[in-house]
């Protein structure tokens, strides 16, 4: 899941950023709404965490260019504009889910992933693939009954997949859906995690990799390597 925190206050867009990043998301920031519309124009988010009152581009202007794009992006607005009126009058502008500040941390993570939830191309709450089971709401996962103790990279690496299957996610997809913006690409931190996420995983291994192409969770357990 990758999401664009656009927020002016550093500290707290840091501090937003941070504890994203800590429940598994891949998290980019921007402090003005020209930034904000630049990385909207270069990256694909699944939610945009949007301040109203930005500098540059207003947020209210930014949530109606987004909600005019073919490829349209879930919108939480995350605002200290608190009245009924200034609720509904984000809720106008396309905003698909309105915060105000002060907020308590974890409404605000139930409230992205239920976003992600709502998005039109979104799959069942419960992925499930090859014996996985994997329910990003309750952060847990199983591999035929067994529960699985994954890292917060190597929990959102397996949703990425699971999301995708049967497609392929090259090595490239996933540092912008698992980590952010700053990965670098020619690190090897996908296949060092996807070393780690297929011994947890257990045999028979069910991530096929296809040389030049990437990753993929396979329909069914593929045969145990020799």
């Excluded at 937003?16 to 891949?26: H, I, T, Y």
């Excluded at 270069?42 to 207003?58: E, F, K, Q, S, T």
Aim: aromatic letters at 4%; charged letters at 25%; proline letters at 6%.
């Amino acid at each position: 899941m990758r999401v664009l925190v656009v927020e002016d206050a550093r500290s707290l867009a840091a501090v937003l950023a941070e504890g994203l990043s800590d429940q598994g998301m891949a998290v980019d920031v921007a402090h003005d709404g020209l930034e904000a519309a630049a990385k909207l124009d270069l990256n694909a988010y699944d939610v945009v965490v949007l301040d109203r009152d930005l500098p540059g581009i207003h947020g209210d202007t930014l949530c109606r260019m987004i909600t005019e794009r073919d490829d349209r992006v879930m919108v939480l607005m995350l605002t200290a504009a608190d009245s009924p009126v200034d609720r509904v009058t984000g809720l106008t502008l396309g905003a698909d889910d309105y915060l105000t500040k002060p907020f308590h941390f974890p409404e605000l993570v139930l409230r992205i992933r239920s976003l992600v939830r709502r998005q039109p191309a979104a799959r069942p709450r419960v992925l499930r693939a090859a014996g996985i089971e994997l329910d990003p709401l309750r952060r847990t996962a199983t591999r035929d009954g067994r529960q699985l103790e994954l890292s917060v990279k190597e929990f959102a690496l397996l949703e990425a997949l699971l999301r995708a299957a049967p497609a392929f996610l090259s090595a490239e997809d996933l540092l912008e859906q698992v980590w952010d913006e700053h990965a670098n690409p020619l690190t090897n931190t996908v296949t060092v995690t996807i070393g780690r996420l297929r011994r947890k995983l257990g045999e028979p291994p069910v991530i096929v990799t296809t040389p030049g192409v990437g990753y993929r969770i396979s329909g069914q357990a593929a045969a145990p390597r020799p």
